[in-house]
């Protein structure tokens, strides 16, 4: 099959391509490189490079080869990113879904949006469903949720697709680790905690999440792909087993032998992001990997 894959480069991204060509695939990767690297795409994989807010780059991309599946990944994430440079997430995120929505739909095709448990913004209440409401805090306290809503409005884009007759699914992937992911200052937690000396540790650490292992995720987004199903439904690819962050830089400070400390809360951090796992039956999938088994593959 012929396959395109936006954000290629990146984490997940570049996950994908490589089970996708394993699996026999003729890939396309059009990625801008401002997050990704160029030697993490499969040499399998044709790539472009270039803008997903550009609709001359998409041509480029799709000269390439014609898809039949469109995996929309590229966006600008890194959760300090999402308050310093609100501007940019949400032209990226918003700008590049409306160009994927296009190109989808003038050729017909499949296509995977890739939104975040964030489009739910601050919800206390658990799990996060396919009927929770989104609940964002009064834009002037912080723009943190300049990510979180730009994910809520490409599922807009997407529901609004649907009616008018394209295949799109939508899926959520929770907290996903694994190599490859970025640490540093605009990284994910588990990278960061396996770099930094000492650990740190945002507010009082009381904060859960549900870690998924990387490579249950990317079967589950090829299934997504895959899988004969209505158009419309949104999948939650998250384990069930929920952590502090806490305990998560106590597990890793006693395996790195590192100190861990306390520093300033992320604005508008959210307490807790548990999946609603019903749709995922539809592709047979669950989070099959425990962080133990995660964190020795990447100690
Ligand atoms: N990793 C997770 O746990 C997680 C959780 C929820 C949602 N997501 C979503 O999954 C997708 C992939 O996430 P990831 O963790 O691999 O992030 P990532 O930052 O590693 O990958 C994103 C890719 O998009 C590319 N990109 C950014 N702006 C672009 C632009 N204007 N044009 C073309 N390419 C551009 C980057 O270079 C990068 O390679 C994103 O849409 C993200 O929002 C990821």
Redesign the pocket.
Known sequence: MNILV??G?????SHLVDSLVDRGHDVVV???????EKSQISTAAKFVQ????LLDDWERAISQHTPEVIHH??????TKRFHDEADLVVD?NVN?TINAIKIAKRLGVRLIF?S??EAFGEQENMPLSNSSPSVFPPAIEHQRHSYGAS?YLGEILCQFAVREGLDVRIV?????YGTRL?GGKNG?VVSRMLEANPIMVHGDGTQTRSLTWVADVVEGMIRVGEYELESGISFNLGSTDEISMLELAMIISKRRSVEYKFCEPNHGDSRRRIPDVETNSLIDWQAITTLKEGLDQLL
Do not use: E
Not at 73 to 78: E, W
Not at 172 to 176: A, D, E, G, Q, S
């Open positions: 936006t954000g480069a990146g984490f997940l991204g059009l990625d801008d490189l401002s997050r990704g270039g803008d997903v807010r990944l590229a966006a600008v994430n890194g990226v590049g890739y975040s448990p994910k959520r992937p929770y907290n996903v970025k994910q």
